[in-house]
Each structure stands twice: as structure tokens, then as C-alpha cells.
């Protein structure tokens, strides 16, 4: 039971380890830059009375939401800078995620060690000498300490 155990703490622990440099690897390749915030993309009325918005067609405009010391703003961001907004938060996202994959990986390779050491841990049993007395296994507290 105890064996059993063991080996499979020792197989967590080692196929984690073994997954590790991949996934370390995989951060360290990205060169960036990258955008930490949300792109959003809203409906907006310009509100003109004969434009196609006051129908319901709204207009779609691109926003970066991020967060500034604690507080959330929202940027426009122009048509024509769309694309790499977009990319740069994505590729913020996916390494994030990558991240969370490579924390999980870490726990997953330190349980396999809590477990593998618990599993290997046995408790002292004091040998008995010659006589069969048991030895004591540390010294006794004196309870009078101060007389
Ligand atoms: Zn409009």
C-alpha cells in the first residue's frame, strides 16, 4: 500500500518535472510587446437623426479597457490601429494561460513531493536493548525547573 503509494508520488513528481522545461520554454520564447487590457468592440450612436443608428444599426467602435492603478479606463482605439491592439492583447491572454498552465504544472510536481515524502515517512519505533527495556528516546523535562 505504502510502496504503491510511493511510486505513484515518485511518477507525479517526475512526469511534472519532466513537463517543466517545455512549458518554461514556451514563455520565455515570446518576445512580445504585449497589451495588458480588454478589447472590446461596442455599439455606439452618433446621434445624428437621420443616421442608420437611430434605426438600430449602431456604429462599432473598438475600445481598450485597462486598469490604472486600481481604477478602469476605456481608450478609443482607431480603426486603423484595430488589428494590433487586438493581436497584442491576445497574445497577452495566451501567455496568461500559459502561465496558469505552468502554476498548476508547479503544484502538481510539489504534491507529487508532499505525497512522496509522506509516503516514505515512518514513524520512530525505539529499538530495545539486550534486557528488553526501552530506552528512553529523549531526555525527561524536568518538571521543577526552578527548585
Ligand atoms: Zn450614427
Redesign the pocket.
Known amino acids: 500500500m505504502m510502496r504503491k503509494q510511493a511510486s505513484h508520488s515518485r511518477r507525479r513528481l517526475l512526469d511534472s518535472a519532466r513537463e517543466l522545461p517545455a512549458r518554461a520554454e514556451e514563455l520565455a520564447a515570446e518576445r512580445g510587446p504585449l497589451l495588458k487590457g480588454a478589447f472590446q468592440l461596442r455599439g455606439t450612436?452618433?446621434g445624428?437623426d437621420n443616421?442608420?443608428?437611430s434605426r438600430g444599426e449602431l456604429?462599432t467602435t473598438a475600445v481598450l479597457v485597462v486598469s490604472e492603478d486600481g481604477t478602469r479606463r476605456s481608450y478609443y482605439v482607431r480603426p486603423c490601429e484595430r488589428p494590433e491592439v487586438q493581436r497584442r492583447v491576445e497574445r497577452y491572454l495566451r501567455l496568461r494561460s500559459k502561465r496558469l498552465e505552468l502554476s498548476k504544472l508547479c503544484d502538481e510536481l510539489l504534491t507529487g513531493a508532499d505525497d512522496l515524502l509522506d509516503a516514505l515517512a515512518q514513524p520512530h519505533i525505539p529499538q530495545r536493548d539486550k534486557e528488553g527495556l526501552k530506552r528512553p528516546s529523549r531526555p525527561r523535562a524536568r518538571k521543577n525547573k526552578n527548585r
Do not use: D
Open positions: 450612436r452618433c445624428k443616421c442608420k443608428c456604429h
